[in-house]
């Protein structure tokens, strides 16, 4: 759940309008698809979701939630419908993995690629989601695949087709801009591979095609919305690009005026503007990301190497490391060694681009984009087990994998490896959406219907505000802020009510010190909902000491 009420009603005013100023700090690719059989199959609803003059700030969100307050039946049969259309990303995730790492490698690699993708935590459990990053992890996939094809001589249509996939990958998430300068290297490295050498310009017509179809294809996702528009015209709103103190609500330009302004953007006006939200929102938001049982302000170098280390299957993990050592030291004969190449170019940069962002730590599923290199890294293992005793361990540690992936499917979000005891270990190892994405609100439902007589009750779980009603949450209070600066008697939806009764709290908010609910940490509660709520009965004695938490009681939790 999470944001996905925002992608929802982003994707379906895009249609309506061909306006992209809702979410725009994602492109609008993997959301048009997701919403094109809910425009085709819903009445279209009138709305004013523009009409508000609002630039600082983030209108997806609170339309979103009105969707959702005024009309839930109908917006989860949209949400139903949207992640409906988003099967086809691992579908076709399972077919390029495949194709990829057959020609790396051969068949067999390419079976246990395409097994390891299909029955992984993190794409069970993304896979229909509406945010974009299996769609983008596909798009990589799709990028390498044409990409392995460049080489000399000079190929219009070859070209072509690598700057329309990246150019599509680009509509999908804006991370993979980075792929570009990738691109721009490994296409005279090709060259330079096949002995043609710098004197011919074969390879700097490859790189102009590339980019010329490229910037066709983004163009034309965003309908040519807004371009040409001068760079002294655009009204930012980050700091860095309106010249402004962070604390001043004003939109401007640090290029009005001096002769950059007078340049025309060649790109999508709201492709510029949504990098600028983005930018605002590091600014605003104070996130504070936590790491194996620290939190520190400044987030961590190591966030997304933990992620991979705690959420991927003991089984698959193995296979990625006796990979990484085949093909380090030439133990395997590869057929294709070029696209392998490609891919971990690809991948590490990627990796790397996100690691050093650790103002990103505090929304782990950014990853997912490196996922495609260490399949096939994984893929290259299976030619270490050529005889029939290695073909028994290869299969185990697959079936593991395989197995993993069909027993947890329902708790795929929450999944976390035996290497910390599972999912009631690794919550107390990451933080927020690696534990709870919102994935329970239908067992939260199911239990406030099915214990009409516990209350008042009172709802604490994670998200963008908005009503759950259509999930069957029927509570006295619900309260999506983890900070102290709300009062937890000041609940942002519903009436007040007394500490004293029924609380159901993600276990997010439990293991936030700036929670009032964190301490209710090492309470036993009365039960448990899926991997990522615990229900707890607050007595007299209990409530006093909620109460009496104050922001001034945790001097020193941030470093």
């Given at each position: 759940?999470?944001?996905?009420p925002?992608h929802?009603v982003a994707?379906i005013?895009h249609?309506r309008?061909?306006d992209f100023?809702?979410?725009?700090v994602?492109p ?9 059989p809910v425009?085709l199959?819903q ?7 523009l009409?508000s003059?609002a630039p ?7 339309k979103?939630?009105?969707y959702?307050?005024?009309q ?10 949207a ?10 995730g399972t077919?390029?993995i495949d194709?990829m790492?057959?020609?790396c ?10 097994m390891?993708w ?6 069970i459990?993304?896979?229909?989601l509406l ?10 996939m799709a990028v ?21 996939v ?8 804006t991370?993979l801009?980075?792929l570009?300068?990738?691109l ?8 330079l591979?096949?002995?043609?050498g ?9 790189i102009?095609v590339m980019?010329?179809a ?10 040519w919305?807004?371009?040409?528009t ?6 930012f ?12 609500v004003?939109?401007?330009n ?8 007078f340049v ?5 006006k709201n ?9 605002r929102?590091?600014?605003i938001?104070?996130?504070?990301p936590?790491?194996?049982g620290?939190w520190h302000?400044?987030?961590f170098?190591?966030?997304y190497?933990?992620?991979f280390?705690l959420k991927?299957?003991?089984?698959f ?7 990484g ?22 991948g590490?940069?990627l990796?790397?681009?996100l ?12 990853a ?5 290199m260490l399949?096939?890294y994984?893929a290259?293992?299976s030619?270490m ?8 361990v ?15 499917s329902?708790?795929a ?6 290497l910390v ?8 190892c990451l933080?927020g959406?690696?534990?709870?994405w919102g994935q329970d609100?239908i067992?939260?439902?199911?239990w ?20 759950l ?11 999506f802020?983890?900070d102290?600066?709300?009062?937890w008697?000041?609940?942002v ?9 029924w ?13 009032p ?5 090492h ?8 991997w990522?709520h615990?229900?707890?009965?607050v ?9 009496g938490r104050?922001?001034?009681s945790?001097p020193g939790v941030f470093?």
């Amino acid at each position: 759940m999470w944001d996905e009420p925002g992608h929802l009603v982003a994707g379906i005013e895009h249609w309506r309008t061909q306006d992209f100023r809702l979410y725009s700090v994602n492109p609008p690719l993997a959301r048009l698809w997701a919403t094109l059989p809910v425009v085709l199959t819903q009445p279209t609803q009138s709305s004013d979701l523009l009409d508000s003059d609002a630039p600082f700030k983030r209108l997806e969100f609170s339309k979103g939630a009105e969707y959702f307050d005024r009309q839930p039946e109908l917006a989860l049969r949209a949400l139903q419908i949207a992640r409906l259309a988003n099967l086809v990303w691992p579908l076709l995730g399972t077919v390029l993995i495949d194709v990829m790492a057959c020609r790396c490698f051969g068949t067999w690699a390419g079976v246990t690629a395409a097994m390891l993708w299909a029955f992984c935590p993190l794409v069970i459990g993304h896979g229909v989601l509406l945010p974009p990053d299996i769609a983008a992890a596909v798009m990589v996939m799709a990028v390498g695949l044409i990409g392995a094809t460049i080489a000399a001589p000079f190929v219009v249509w070859c070209a072509a087709s690598v700057g329309l996939v990246l150019g599509a990958a680009i509509l999908t998430k804006t991370t993979l801009m980075v792929l570009y300068p990738v691109l721009c290297i490994w296409i005279p490295g090709r060259w330079l591979q096949g002995n043609e050498g710098w004197r011919r310009v074969g390879w700097i017509k490859e790189i102009l095609v590339m980019s010329v179809a490229m910037w066709f294809v983004i163009n034309s996702g965003y309908g040519w919305e807004g371009f040409g528009t001068r760079l002294g015209d655009f009204e930012f709103i980050s700091s860095r690009l309106n010249g402004n103190d962070v604390r001043t609500v004003q939109p401007g330009n640090v290029f009005e005026g001096t002769m950059m302004g007078f340049v025309p953007v060649v790109f999508p006006k709201n492709l510029i503007l949504g990098i600028d939200t983005q930018y605002r929102d590091f600014e605003i938001n104070f996130f504070y990301p936590y790491l194996l049982g620290r939190w520190h302000r400044e987030g961590f170098f190591t966030f997304y190497f933990w992620y991979f280390v705690l959420k991927l299957p003991i089984g698959f993990l193995a296979l990625v490391g006796i990979g990484g050592i085949a093909v380090v030291f030439r133990l395997i004969e590869m057929r294709d060694r070029s696209m392998l190449v490609l891919m971990t170019l690809m991948g590490s940069i990627l990796f790397v681009f996100l690691s050093w962002r650790t103002d990103l730590n505090y929304c782990q599923r950014y990853a997912i984009v490196c996922l495609p290199m260490l399949l096939l890294y994984a893929a290259a293992a299976s030619l270490m087990f050529q005889a029939k005793f290695d073909r028994v361990v290869l299969w185990l540690l697959i079936g593991t994998t395989v197995g993993i992936g069909v027993w947890k499917s329902t708790h795929a979000l929450s999944y976390y490896n035996g290497l910390v005891g599972g999912p009631e270990g690794g919550r107390y190892c990451l933080h927020g959406n690696a534990t709870d994405w919102g994935q329970d609100a239908i067992r939260i439902g199911g239990w406030c219907a099915s214990h009409p007589e516990r209350r008042p009750l009172a709802v604490a779980t994670v998200g963008y505000p908005t009503s759950l009603k259509a999930f069957g949450v029927e509570a006295d209070s619900l309260r999506f802020e983890i900070d102290l600066q709300v009062s937890w008697k000041e609940p942002v939806r519903g009436k007040k009510v007394s500490p004293v009764g029924w609380h159901i709290v993600s276990f997010v908010h439990l293991l936030d010190p700036r929670s009032p609910y964190h301490a209710l940490l090492h309470q036993t509660p009365t039960e448990t909902l899926g991997w990522t709520h615990q229900v707890f009965f607050v007595d007299d004695q209990q409530a006093a000491r909620l109460s009496g938490r104050s922001e001034t009681s945790l001097p020193g939790v941030f470093p």
